[in-house]
C-alpha cells in the first residue's frame, strides 16, 4: 500500500514536469500539512478583493462561496457535477480564445515579458483542464477525488482537485479561470483576488468538519504564488523520496 501510494504521487509529479516543458522557469516544492496544527483563526473566510477602473483594490462586500463536488454518482444522477463538468469545457475553450487574441495582438501586451508569462500561465491551466475534463465527464464513479470550487457572483474563480489516499489529502491541480488570470497579472478592472486563498481555507474548514480521517494534506505547486498562500496556511517543505 504504501508504494501504491508513492508511486501515484510520484506519476503526477512526473505530469506537472511534462506539462511545465519547455517553460521551466519556476520553481516546483512539495508541501505538507499536518491538519493538528490549523487553528480557526487561519480559517476565517477570506473577503475578495477587486481590482477597479483605476488599478485600485476593492474589498467586496459579497463574499466567496464554495462548493464541493464528489463523484460519487454518474453525471446523469450528479447535477453539481454535470454543471462543473460544464464549468471546466467553458474554460478549456475560453483559454483557447484568449491565447488566441494574445498571439495575434488582437489583445495587446506590449511587454514581452508579461505577455509570455500571461500565455505559460494559460496554457499550463488549460493542460490541468484538460486533464479533469474526463474525470468529470466518464460516466464512472470515484469514491476518492473530490473537488473543491471557489466562486465569485457564482461563477467559478478557482477549482482544485483533491484526492483522498489513506490518512492523506492530495491536492492535484489547481485550476483558475482563464479571464481572471488574465485580468490579475494585468491588473485589470474585474479581476478578482484573494479566491486561492479562499479555496485553500474552504479546503481546511471542510477537512475538520467532515473527514475527521485525514490527518494531513500534502501538495506540489509550480505557482510561487500558491505555494506563499499555502505556507501562510501552515504548510511546510517536505522531502518525498
Known amino acids: 500500500m504504501v508504494f501504491y501510494m508513492s508511486a501515484r504521487f510520484l506519476l503526477k509529479k512526473f505530469l506537472y514536469l511534462i506539462l511545465l516543458i519547455p517553460t521551466l522557469l519556476q520553481a516546483a516544492v512539495d508541501l505538507e500539512l499536518d491538519i493538528s496544527e490549523l487553528s480557526p483563526e487561519s480559517l476565517t473566510?477570506?473577503?475578495?478583493v477587486l481590482i477597479g477602473k483605476n488599478g485600485e483594490k476593492i474589498i467586496s462586500d459579497i463574499n466567496f462561496t464554495n462548493e464541493k463536488v464528489l463523484l460519487n454518482k454518474i453525471p446523469a444522477e450528479n447535477e453539481a457535477r454535470r454543471l462543473l463538468?460544464?464549468?471546466?469545457?467553458?474554460?478549456?475553450s475560453k483559454s483557447n480564445v484568449i491565447i488566441n487574441k494574445i498571439m495575434?495582438?488582437?489583445?495587446?501586451?506590449?511587454?514581452?515579458?508579461?505577455?509570455?508569462?500571461?500565455?505559460?500561465?494559460?496554457?499550463?491551466?488549460k493542460s490541468?483542464?484538460?486533464?479533469?475534463f474526463n474525470d468529470l465527464y466518464l460516466k464512472k464513479t470515484d469514491m476518492a477525488n473530490v473537488f473543491y470550487v471557489t466562486k465569485f457572483n457564482n461563477?467559478?474563480?478557482?477549482?482544485?482537485?483533491?484526492?483522498?489516499?489513506?490518512?492523506?489529502?492530495?491536492?492535484?491541480?489547481?485550476?483558475?479561470?482563464?479571464?481572471?488570470?488574465?485580468?490579475?497579472?494585468?491588473?485589470?478592472?474585474?479581476?478578482i483576488k484573494r479566491a486561492s486563498v479562499e479555496n485553500i481555507r474552504s479546503i481546511g474548514r471542510d477537512v475538520i468538519s467532515n473527514n475527521p480521517v485525514i490527518k494531513k494534506m500534502k501538495t506540489y505547486v509550480v505557482s510561487s504564488t500558491l505555494e506563499a498562500n499555502y505556507r501562510r496556511l501552515g504548510f511546510t517543505e517536505f522531502t518525498c523520496l
Open 45 to 48: 473566510t477570506m473577503p475578495p
Open 85 to 92: 463538468t460544464a464549468t471546466v469545457d467553458k474554460y478549456i
Open 104 to 125: 495575434n495582438n488582437i489583445i495587446e501586451i506590449p511587454n514581452q515579458v508579461t505577455k509570455s508569462k500571461i500565455i505559460h500561465k494559460l496554457k499550463l491551466n
Open 128 to 132: 490541468f483542464l484538460k486533464n479533469i
Open 155 to 191: 461563477e467559478a474563480v478557482v477549482i482544485t482537485q483533491a484526492e483522498l489516499i489513506g490518512s492523506e489529502l492530495n491536492i492535484e491541480f489547481v485550476m483558475s479561470n482563464p479571464d481572471n488570470i488574465l485580468n490579475t497579472i494585468l491588473n485589470n478592472e474585474g479581476a
